[in-house]
Structures are given as C-alpha cells and as structure tokens.
C-alpha cells in the first residue's frame, strides 16, 4: 500500500525534492508521510497538510488509511 | 445547518481553545488524540475538548465545517490550527506560545482548568 500512496503524491507533488510513505505498524493501515515541496512554501501547515489530505482523499475516503502521520516542508 | 452543526460551530466560536478528540482528558481513546492534548498542556492552554466517539454525526458535521478529514482537531479563537502532527510540531517549535499569547486575552495562562463540552448524550443502550 505504500507504493499505492507514495505514486498517488507523487502525482500531486511532481517537484517534491523528498517523499516518503512508511508503513508505522506494519499493518498496511498507519502511515507517516514526509513530503518537502515547493508547493508548500509560504503555506501555514494547516495549509500544507490539506493539500495532502487532498491527494489522499479516496484512501482516506475508502478507509484504507486508517492513521495518517503528515510532516511537510517548503522547499528552500 | 443541522441543530448538531451549529453547537459544534458555536463551540468553536465561543470557546478559546478547542480540542476535538476521541475520548475525554480523563480517558482518551487514541494516540492521536492524546498527542495533542498533551502539546496543548505543555504549553498551559486553556483547553475545551469535546469528545467525537458519544455521536458519529459529529465527526461528520465537524469535517464538512472545518474542511479537515481526521480527528483531532485544535481550534484557536475559531481558527483551526491543525490535527495532532501540527500542534504537537507548533509546541516543539515555540509557536503555539507565541500564537496563544497573540490571540488569547491577558491571563489566559491563569485560567488554564480543563472543560468539557459534552454536544451528544451518551446513546442509550439498545437490549435487543
């Protein structure tokens, strides 16, 4: 499922200079995300982490993502 | 907007700072939630939590208002700040501070007691 979720941001942050979805519990359930992107730079988190709740909104929608752990950067 | 909805956005317009949470300070019932109650204390607000879990609905109605899919929420001042990785990330950095002490009155520090809103009663048992 994390190739799942990484291809779905890749798609929603194509300049993303580092990306990563780990599996937290080894459930395929709990994910944390890590996502640096100029998209994000001059956003306030509350911003930056709706543009990734937006890139994953059917697996959130479809309760694959059970938890979700966001921690993003603009890029410099 | 459904009776539920406008407590829930009265709550948030009234109350300082709003944690919404699964479960109570009490007896939380998620890691999450937790996260984020204990980065509100680290940093003395005055916190009203409101517990999801009594009713579904309000998780629902508190998504289509706030525009934020997941529990918990932490609102300030009617602004929603962010679920758990942000305000506990705002703590760690010093802004959760300096954003209470720009937005909250004098004294907000003194004033730190615990509320809880309770927006469902518990459902009552169903004997089948």
């Keep these: 499922m994390t190739v799942e979720l990484e291809a779905l941001l890749r798609s929603a942050f194509p300049d993303a200079t580092e990306l990563s979805v780990q599996d937290r519990t080894g459930g395929g359930d709990h994910f944390q995300v890590i996502v640096t992107s100029p998209a994000f730079s001059g956003l306030p988190l509350v911003d930056q982490h709706r543009l990734v709740y937006d890139a994953l909104a059917a697996p959130l929608a479809d309760g694959t993502i059970h938890e979700l752990r966001i921690r993003t950067r603009g890029a410099q | ?128």
């Design chain 2, 1 to 128: 907007m459904s009776e539920l909805g406008e407590r829930i956005r009265q709550t948030i317009e009234t109350e300082d700072v709003v944690l919404f949470m699964k479960g109570t300070p009490e007896r939380v019932m998620c890691g999450n939630s937790s996260r984020a109650l204990e980065a509100l204390r680290s940093v003395g607000a005055p916190v009203t939590t409101v517990d999801v879990l009594p009713d579904p609905a309000i998780r629902t109605e508190l998504s289509a208002l706030s525009n934020w899919p997941t529990i918990p929420q932490v609102f300030v001042r009617g602004e929603l700040v962010g679920g758990a990785d942000i305000v506990q990330e705002l703590a760690e950095t010093g802004e959760l501070r300096q954003k209470l002490e720009a937005s909250l009155d004098e004294g907000w520090q003194d004033a730190r007691a615990e509320r809880i809103v309770e927006l469902a009663p518990p459902r009552p048992l169903r004997l089948a």
